[in-house]
């Protein structure tokens, strides 16, 4: 018979392997999930522009150049840098820049995607299964997506792959181009715990994300992306929630959404769920939880007027409380051309980008951050910032923005380095939508983003201390004081108060890294998304837990059945 002290060891043994396997599993688990997926760095090498050479039949394109606004997926094979991937599906992309480019009549510079495992499931290229090549469409300096995209990473939010790329198609030079990771399910297991939850890209009916009825059939514009039989209870209870004053920590992760909104509204970027089209962006649910995740950024830095901007301030800030609006007609033509813009000929580029540093933009309101519509109209933002808990946090980011990425050193720096690399490519490009002059004046003339993220940086801190008041550009029912240093107007959001009046807490500094590299507040307290110290299992994970429990709990009444019959024995 055993001896009781080897009993006791057994069981000794058995906590040490359960504790060991809880405290190892989630990291085995984030490794299982990536492991393979070297596409973010290998694909996305941002130390140099990687070259895409696609070879398709000549009748296949000839038939997608003629009829580019069909998005007919073709077959072809792409060699990115040096390495060949064969029978992969090939078309083109976009909305409103595509729909653009048909009209300019002499220009096929289109955006493309690529879809390696489009005709076979198990094909990638390390990881990788969709890769979508951006036009840099209605912008002269080529970076305003791949800046943002940086921006978004430095908030810590999941952020697709991102890298200049120089296409070429069937040996001609197409030009250079921004190569973005598709978001999708391979993006989902490299950024979150799980991966399996459902991704939806809202565009249409329901984008808004109002609340219409019970029945998600009548969101026809929500465009459930992954698990096609999901019920999607948990977009029911979401909707519920930020419409109906639910408890949005049960459905939200609500830091993330605060990061996510507070650099969204810093880039103005208004071709957006803060703008009038209400898209450009996605949400993933996991395990009830809804992120927010970054999408189409070429408008980003005030590029995108449609819907009209927000009545700016006074600049004069010592005169904040003589708060003027401008007729935004008068100060917006969307249309408007260029000089010496190739790929005319008889078509007309909107280019949203050429008066993007106007006080509209400049000014965007950080209180009430729409444009071309109200925070009633979008109440996932507007149940986010009605709660003063979260304002406060969502205005820390943007302190931390301001005072950090938006600096003139950092932004200086960036956009140096990036124009260093491109330059050679832009020179190049046969296809630009810009001449070389219209580039060299974005990137180092009198109005560039770097001015822009300067003169936006300045007005975000004095939104934040009070000295520059923001006019609310519509009223809203939201019920709190309209931003006007403690002054009561109908509708509108409270302004950062300092102190001096209103019923807003006072501003505190956000509590920023005292190494000074700028990193936000609480940006690793993300709640599904894959880092260091995240404590997320997956259904397995717990399944797998639950079994050693149990076997932990057989084992222990073992021994205590084996002790009660020695004593009788």
Do not use: C
């Given at each position: 018979?055993?001896?009781?002290?080897?009993?006791?060891?057994?069981?000794?043994?058995?906590?040490?392997?359960?504790?060991?396997?809880?405290?190892?599993?989630?990291?085995?688990?984030?490794?299982?999930?990536?492991?393979?997926?070297?596409?973010?760095?290998?694909?996305?090498?941002?130390?140099?522009?990687?070259?895409?050479?696609?070879?398709?039949?000549?009748?296949?394109?000839?038939?997608?150049?003629?009829?580019?606004?069909?998005?007919?997926?073709?077959?072809?094979?792409?060699?990115?840098?040096?390495?060949?991937?064969?029978?992969?599906?090939?078309?083109?992309?976009?909305?409103?820049?595509?729909?653009?480019?048909?009209?300019?009549?002499?220009?096929?510079?289109?955006?493309?995607?690529?879809?390696?495992?489009?005709?076979?499931?198990?094909?990638?290229?390390?990881?990788?299964?969709?890769?979508?090549?951006?036009?840099?469409?209605?912008?002269?300096?080529?970076?305003?997506?791949?800046?943002?995209?940086?921006?978004?990473e430095k908030m810590g939010i999941a952020t697709p792959g991102?890298?200049?790329?120089?296409?070429?198609?069937?040996?001609?030079?197409?030009?250079?181009?921004?190569?973005?990771?598709?978001?999708?399910?391979?993006?989902?297991?490299?950024?979150?715990?799980?991966?399996?939850?459902?991704?939806?890209?809202?565009?249409?009916?329901?984008?808004?994300?109002?609340?219409?009825?019970?029945?998600?059939?009548?969101?026809?514009?929500?465009?459930?992306?992954?698990?096609?039989?999901?019920?999607?209870?948990?977009?029911?209870?979401?909707?519920?929630?930020?419409?109906?004053?639910?408890?949005?920590?049960?459905?939200?992760?609500?830091?993330?959404?605060?990061?996510?909104?507070?650099?969204?509204?810093?880039?103005?970027?208004?071709?957006?769920?803060?703008?009038?089209?209400?898209?450009?962006?996605?949400?993933?649910?996991?395990?009830?939880?809804?992120?927010?995740?970054?999408?189409?950024?070429?408008?980003?830095?005030?590029?995108?007027?449609?819907?009209?901007?927000?009545?700016?301030?006074?600049?004069?800030?010592?005169?904040?409380?003589?708060?003027?609006?401008?007729?935004?007609?008068?100060?917006?033509?969307?249309?408007?051309?260029?000089?010496?813009?190739?790929?005319?000929?008889?078509?007309?580029?909107?280019?949203?980008?050429?008066?993007?540093?106007?006080?509209?933009?400049?000014?965007?309101?950080?209180?009430?951050?729409?444009?071309?519509?109200?925070?009633?109209?979008?109440?996932?933002?507007?149940?986010?910032?009605?709660?003063?808990?979260?304002?406060?946090?969502?205005?820390?980011?943007?302190?931390?923005?301001?005072?950090?990425?938006?600096?003139?050193?950092?932004?200086?720096?960036?956009?140096?380095?990036?124009?260093?690399?491109?330059?050679?490519?832009?020179?190049?490009?046969?296809?630009?939508?810009?001449?070389?002059?219209?580039?060299?004046?974005?990137?180092?003339?009198?109005?560039?983003?770097?001015?822009?993220?300067?003169?936006?940086?300045?007005?975000?801190?004095?939104?934040?201390?009070?000295?520059?008041?923001i006019e609310a550009e519509a009223e809203s029912s939201m019920?709190?004081?309209?931003?006007?240093?403690?002054?009561?107007?109908?509708?509108?959001?409270?302004?950062?108060?300092?102190?001096?009046?209103?019923?807003?807490?006072?501003?505190?500094?956000?509590?920023?890294?005292?190494?000074?590299?700028?990193?936000?507040?609480?940006?690793?307290?993300?709640?599904?998304?894959?880092?260091?110290?995240?404590?997320?299992?997956?259904?397995?994970?717990?399944?797998?837990?639950?079994?050693?429990?149990?076997?932990?709990?057989?084992?222990?009444?073992?021994?205590?059945?084996?002790?009660?019959?020695?004593?009788?024995?």
């Open positions: 018979m055993l001896k009781s002290r080897y009993v006791a060891a057994a069981i000794g043994l058995l906590i040490m392997i359960f504790i060991a396997v809880m405290f190892f599993l989630p990291q085995l688990q984030v490794e299982k999930a990536t492991k393979g997926n070297t596409y973010t760095e290998s694909v996305f090498d941002q130390s140099k522009v990687t070259k895409v050479d696609i070879t398709v039949a000549d009748d296949d394109l000839d038939t997608i150049l003629d009829n580019p606004s069909e998005k007919e997926i073709v077959n072809a094979d792409v060699t990115i840098d040096g390495e060949t991937v064969k029978n992969v599906g090939f078309r083109t992309k976009g909305n409103l820049s595509l729909n653009s480019v048909v009209q300019m009549g002499d220009s096929d510079r289109y955006s493309w995607k690529i879809d390696f495992d489009h005709y076979q499931e198990d094909q990638d290229l390390h990881g990788l299964k969709k890769l979508a090549l951006n036009n840099n469409y209605s912008d002269p300096t080529y970076m305003r997506e791949y800046l943002s995209y940086e921006l978004m991102h890298s200049y790329m120089y296409v070429t198609i069937n040996g001609k030079e197409w030009g250079l181009y921004l190569g973005v990771e598709a978001i999708e399910e391979t993006f989902l297991n490299t950024n979150f715990a799980d991966g399996t939850g459902d991704l939806y890209y809202p565009d249409g009916t329901g984008s808004d994300l109002k609340w219409i009825s019970e029945d998600i059939d009548a969101y026809t514009g929500l465009n459930l992306k992954t698990n096609d039989h999901s019920d999607q209870s948990a977009m029911i209870n979401m909707l519920d929630a930020i419409n109906n004053e639910g408890n949005l920590e049960e459905v939200l992760d609500v830091d993330e959404m605060l990061r996510y909104f507070a650099a969204n509204t810093a880039l103005v970027n208004l071709d957006h769920y803060q703008g009038d089209k209400k898209h450009n962006y996605y949400l993933y649910e996991e395990n009830g939880i809804f992120s927010i995740l970054p999408w189409d950024y070429n408008m980003s830095f005030g590029g995108y007027s449609g819907g009209g901007g927000r009545q700016g301030g006074d600049t004069n800030l010592e005169n904040r409380n003589e708060v003027t609006a401008k007729d935004n007609d008068a100060e917006q033509d969307d249309t408007k051309l260029p000089e010496e813009a190739p790929n005319m000929n008889g078509g007309r580029m909107m280019d949203m980008s050429s008066n993007f540093m106007n006080e509209n933009n400049i000014n965007f309101s950080i209180t009430e951050p729409v444009s071309g519509t109200s925070l009633d109209e979008r109440p996932l933002l507007k149940a986010l910032l009605s709660n003063d808990e979260y304002r406060e946090k969502y205005y820390d980011y943007l302190d931390s923005i301001a005072t950090d990425f938006f600096s003139k050193e950092k932004m200086t720096a960036m956009t140096s380095e990036i124009t260093t690399l491109i330059t050679p490519y832009v020179k190049s490009d046969p296809t630009k939508f810009y001449t070389m002059n219209e580039f060299i004046e974005a990137t180092s003339g009198e109005e560039t983003l770097v001015e822009f993220a300067s003169q936006r940086a300045e007005s975000i801190l004095a939104q934040l201390s009070g000295d520059l008041v019920g709190v004081k309209a931003p006007n240093m403690g002054a009561e107007e109908p509708g509108g959001l409270q302004a950062p108060n300092m102190g001096g009046g209103g019923d807003m807490p006072a501003m505190h500094p956000p509590d920023m890294n005292p190494g000074g590299n700028g990193s936000p507040p609480d940006v690793n307290g993300m709640m599904n998304q894959k880092g260091p110290g995240n404590s997320s299992y997956s259904k397995e994970t717990v399944i797998l837990s639950l079994v050693l429990l149990i076997l932990l709990l057989g084992a222990l009444a073992f021994a205590q059945f084996f002790r009660r019959r020695g004593k009788t024995g």
